[in-house]
């Protein structure tokens, strides 16, 4: 496999005297920083295992520059001519430099460093000829430094004279050896362990955790590269194949050690609502525009579609046509915001990328070597603690990509999961209930993999009992995650639906888990909203109490499946809803623009199917006509509609007529009992 001779480091640029130099510093200061400069340098380590030497070298010509900077620091006074300044300046340009390097080099991938050992050698080399350019015009004379300092300076120009830039012969050597082990994995032959380990013992990666920071360190450099060079991420991706087998194979599979320090995840990013698919209400990945104008992730929309709807599910209007185009804009917009916030924006559906790149074999025959060793690992394991390390190591490698799902469902690895979602299990080993439990939820992105779980003996049943008793919220709140993924698939909805254990479930959750595990359940309820023959047993479950309750809490998500259920209820939802009224109106007020305009939309559904009595108690509301007259003249396009409807309503209630007939394009009544604000 060949390596492509990148710029090293790639994620940063050579600096400019303006970096890093005020102009308005004075000689002694001028020097005072080169000195501290020279000192920083003289602390770091050099690199332990490759480039060692080179690293060695620029650290100890730093060291003698230091005694330099301290000698012309002890000058009462120090006045250089605009010469011998820019001289300094660029001195201070090429340490500082140096410095990043080394720094770099030494935080950076290990098996990245080694793909680019030419390269990073060739910036070693660049630096030190660049530092003897600059001591052959050092003005010593100018400076008049005693014997023993200019022989200093004539000593490190010395040291800088070699021309030739220097590869370790070792560095080659581990360089070729791992291109080998690229490449027998390619030809889909497994590596010998014994190789393995004396390569990883060369880079310095002799434990897990070692590689797992090793493979979070070659994520970074996939996510760093230039979106057009797909090569080089490619290569970066077959190295972190390369060593997640390595560390399964060499280290076994094990939990994180919680004493171990690890580099802590971002917050938890508040999702623009603008980004929220208006179904799913999760993050848009692969924003479409549908024939009213309105804007969804494509798997949703395209469920809805399938699923025998013809109307935006947004506007309740007929769709004219079923195309659906991209909108580009917006999903540049989201990926912009996802690579601030360090979320991964992966497009869902993607069987061939990771990451935005396609996956090449080398990457994929790593996945299925991986997933093959793990599988018969944990088929053969009787102890829970050795299964809890195994079965993590399935949850990461199922979050990475749709390669990695597939491999893991091919190779049987369903089944042997879901005998550790039992109750009993999870009383003893909360981790490994919540690690099987999650590994399924990471499956079922997968489309074919939704089937594969619901046709798994005891795989529905263990995820139903994750859902009501599991050990932890965390436990619960993936279960009912995977009971939203599930519900993707209209057939394996209804079947979801019709279990009244999943609604118990989904509704305990939504009352009394965390906030996360709540936005978990309540997109899962929302899924079943969709279906009118679920209904019934969502208004049975208590889901238009239910969605009262959280409206302040997560107004959001309550109004959306409230909207859903008085939309497909019949009259039974209807009379059930009479307690939300009021609430209605609060968030009709208060609320952001896609609360207004849910709320406005049950609101309309409300009064139309529910008589005089709920229309009563709507226009019983203090300032509900200003509030209306308000959303008419701010809210967005379907919101001022369904205002304009509500306050019709209202006029014809006013006027003793039936409401039950309105539509959108009835005239409006001019006697009024209501006020209209001027």
């Not at 209804?494 to 305990?508: D, N, Q, S, T, Y």
């Not at 309750?549 to 008085?566: H, K, Q, Y």
Request: aromatic share 4%.
């Amino acid at each position: 496999m060949a390596i492509s001779p990148e710029i090293f480091p790639p994620r940063k640029r050579r600096p400019s005297a303006a970096s890093f130099i005020s102009p308005k510093l004075s000689d002694k200061n001028l020097v005072q920083s080169l000195h501290l400069l020279s000192q920083e340098i003289s602390t770091l380590k050099p690199l332990q295992f490759l480039h060692k030497r080179n690293s060695l070298s620029l650290i100890r010509k730093s060291k003698l520059l230091q005694i330099l900077f301290e000698e012309l620091l002890r000058f009462p006074v120090l006045v250089l001519s605009p010469s011998a300044t820019l001289c300094f300046e660029e001195l201070h340009v090429v340490l500082q430099r140096v410095k990043t390097l080394v720094e770099d080099c030494s935080n950076c991938s290990k098996m990245w460093l080694l793909s680019q050992t030419q390269t990073v050698s060739n910036n070693f080399h660049e630096l030190t000829v660049e530092l003897s350019t600059l001591l052959d015009i050092f003005p010593m004379k100018e400076l008049d430094l005693n014997d023993d300092i200019e022989e200093l300076v004539v000593l490190i120009r010395k040291q800088c004279s070699n021309n030739k830039s220097y590869v370790d012969p070792r560095d080659d050597e581990v360089k070729r050896a791992v291109l080998g082990l690229l490449d027998s994995i390619k030809s889909e032959i497994v590596p010998e362990q014994s190789k393995l380990a004396e390569i990883f013992s060369k880079l310095g990666l002799r434990d897990a955790s070692s590689c797992r920071e090793e493979i979070e360190n070659l994520e970074e450099e996939v996510q760093s590269q230039n979106q057009s060079d797909e090569k080089s991420k490619s290569e970066a991706i077959s190295l972190i194949g390369l060593v997640r087998y390595a560390k399964c194979v060499l280290f076994g599979a094990s939990t994180p050690d919680p004493d171990t320090p690890r580099r802590k995840p971002p917050p938890e990013a508040v999702i623009p609502p603008d980004f929220r698919c208006p179904i799913s209400l999760d993050l848009m990945r692969d924003p479409v525009v549908v024939a009213t104008g309105q804007t969804y992730d494509r798997d949703s929309i395209k469920l809805w579609i399938d699923s025998g709807h013809a109307t935006c599910p947004k506007t309740g209007q007929t769709l004219a046509h079923t195309e659906l185009v991209p909108n580009l804009g917006l999903k540049n917009l989201i990926a912009m915001w996802c690579r601030e916030k360090k979320i991964p924006f992966e497009a869902k559906g993607s069987k061939v990328k990771v990451n935005g790149i396609r996956t090449n074999k080398t990457a994929l025959e790593a996945v299925r070597m991986t997933v093959s060793f793990l599988v018969n690992k944990l088929s053969a394991l009787e102890s829970m603690e050795a299964a809890t390390g195994v079965v993590y190591e399935l949850r990461v490698l199922a979050k990475t990509d749709h390669d990695s799902r597939s491999a893991i469902a091919e190779a049987e690895a369903i089944p042997l999961l879901v005998r550790y979602l039992a109750s009993d299990v999870g009383l003893k080993h909360s981790n490994l209930q919540v690690n099987a439990v999650t590994t399924l939820l990471n499956l079922s992105i997968l489309e074919e993999n939704k089937t594969r779980i619901m046709e798994t003996d005891g795989a529905l049943n263990g995820i139903i009992e994750v859902l009501l008793s599991g050990a932890t919220w965390e436990a619960r709140g993936n279960a009912a995650a995977t009971i939203f993924s599930l519900t993707g698939v209209q057939a394996h909805r209804k079947k979801l639906g019709r279990k009244a254990r999943v609604i118990k479930g989904l509704m305990e959750l939504a009352k009394e888990g965390p906030t996360s595990s709540r936005r978990d359940a309540l997109a899962a309820i929302l899924n079943l909203a969709g279906e009118r023959e679920i209904i019934g047993k969502l208004i049975e479950g208590g889901v238009v109490q239910m969605s009262i309750e959280l409206m302040d809490r997560l107004p959001e998500e309550a109004v959306t499946i409230l909207e859903s259920v008085v939309k497909r209820g019949g009259f039974v939802a209807i009379a059930a809803a009479y307690s939300a009224v009021k609430k209605l109106g609060m968030v009709l007020r208060d609320g952001s623009e896609r609360v207004q305009e849910s709320a406005a939309a049950t609101l309309v559904t409300i009064c139309r199917k529910g008589g005089l009595e709920l229309v009563t108690e709507l226009a019983s509301l203090p300032g509900i006509e200003r509030t209306i007259w308000e959303l008419m003249a701010t809210g967005t396009m379907r919101s001022r509609r369904k205002a304009s409807t509500l306050l019709r309503i209202l006029r014809r209630w006013s006027a003793g007529l039936d409401v039950d007939v309105m539509d959108s394009h009835t005239t409006t009544v001019t006697s009024s009992r209501i006020a209209v604000p001027s």
